[in-house]
């Protein structure tokens, strides 16, 4: 697996999050050939690794050496060699160490290429029944409930799926979170163990979520993803970007003129618009001038 060009490359390996059979086969390939493999846990990757028949040599980066490693690994880089990055589980990056390496890559014009297979999120969505078309992946949120809240509302005009990942030991705190922030009536999805023995799904309202939840141990346990359907606008909603954006222009320019602009960028009514701006500027909220 020598590269042709002068320096090596980076091959970003997505590994099973439960069910080892989910490998990829190039995914073996490409580890059974890199000159070094890239692990958060050595430990816990070797086990993976023996499975495959890979032998390779192991080191470790992770987040607390990910950004003094990536130096040492970019010359190994130039040299020729290539290596693997992967993670405990998943694909690298999502939520994982990895950036600071990637970034240096670029930086340095080595080659990066994926090597994609499974990913909690994507698989957890994929089976959630909510609306895929637009979605935004949030991680993992804060393990205070004041931080939370505030992550939570940052994005509660998010009209795609959010989805999120959270410990079991914080599952019904984050929950109960979500449900002040979002209403209990907000369709959501908990997933759980996804690929794994115990996989569950459980949907419905997040006041019935928090029910659920509470009312059996078991899904307070494993690895979790949560995924919360968008928020709903009315038809003849402006999007919060738009009226931002106005708000914005109003001190430069007339009502009339800034509301054009903005009806343009959009594809949203003018008419509609310059009328929500007067009743801003009615409220005193802005001194605009026609």
Known sequence: ???????????????????????TYRAVQVLQQADLIMAEDTRHSRLLLDHYGVEGPLSTVHEHNERQRSEYLVKRLLAGENIALISDAGTPLISDPGYPLVHACREAGVQVVPIPGPCAAIAALSAAGLPTDRFLFVGFLAAKSAARVSQLTAVSEES???????????????????????????????AREVTKQFETFLAGSLSSLIDQVAADSNQQRGEIVVMVHGARRAADALPADATRLLLQLLPHMALKKAAAVVAEHYGVRKNQLYQWGLEQQGDGRQGGQE
Do not use: C, H, K, W
């Not at 090596?8 to 080892?20: F, H, Q, R, S």
């Not at 999120?164 to 929950?175: A, H, M, V």
């Open 160 to 190: 795609g799926t959010l989805v999120f990942y959270e410990s079991p030991r914080r599952i019904l705190s984050t929950l109960r979170d979500m449900q002040d922030v979002y209403g209990a009536d907000r369709q959501a999805v908990v």
């Open 1 to 23: 697996m020598r590269s042709e060009s002068p320096s090596g490359i980076l091959y970003i390996v997505a590994t099973p999050i439960g069910n080892l059979s989910d490998m």
